[in-house]
Nanobody, 123 residues
Framework: VQLQASGGGSVQAGDSLRLSCAAS????????MGWFRQAPGKAREFVVC????????VYADSVKGRFTISRDNAKNTMYLQMNSLKPEDTADYYC?????????????????WGQGTLVTVSS
């Protein structure tokens, strides 16, 4: 399956954006799916995973209460609604499929990485 993230852009602090992750060439309905982000000069970090831990959703503390993940399995699409954006949210955002094994916080536990979509938040 191939994943493609989209929806990034340049916004002001406090604004909202919705990212999409579309799957093609397969289905992700049976898999956990995650979002990671990578700021310039920094390591790729976990943002959120849906269906990765006994079917539940797990958010990084830094985005909890501001970001909401959802998925439409019929459309093979996952979404990340980002509200109250902060300058520190600036990064390339990537979606990926969770492997059957591995800790959900680690990028090595994911596969089928899509190209990132850039989110820039200015103060």
């Amino acid at each position: 399956v191939q994943l493609q993230a989209s929806g990034g852009g340049s916004v002001q602090a406090g604004d909202s954006l919705r990212l999409s992750c579309a799957a093609s060439g397969g289905t992700f309905g049976y898999y956990g799916m995650g979002w990671f982000r990578q700021a310039p000069g920094k390591a790729r970090e976990f943002v959120v995973c849906i269906g990765c831990l006994s079917g539940s959703t797990v958010y990084a503390d830094s985005v909890k209460g501001r970001f909401t993940i959802s998925r439409d399995n019929a459309k093979n699409t996952m979404y990340l609604q980002m509200n109250s954006l902060k300058p520190e949210d600036t990064a390339d955002y990537y979606c990926a499929r969770k492997k059957y094994s591995g800790t959900l916080y680690y990028k090595d536990s994911y596969e089928n990485w899509g190209q990132g979509t850039l989110v820039t938040v200015s103060s």
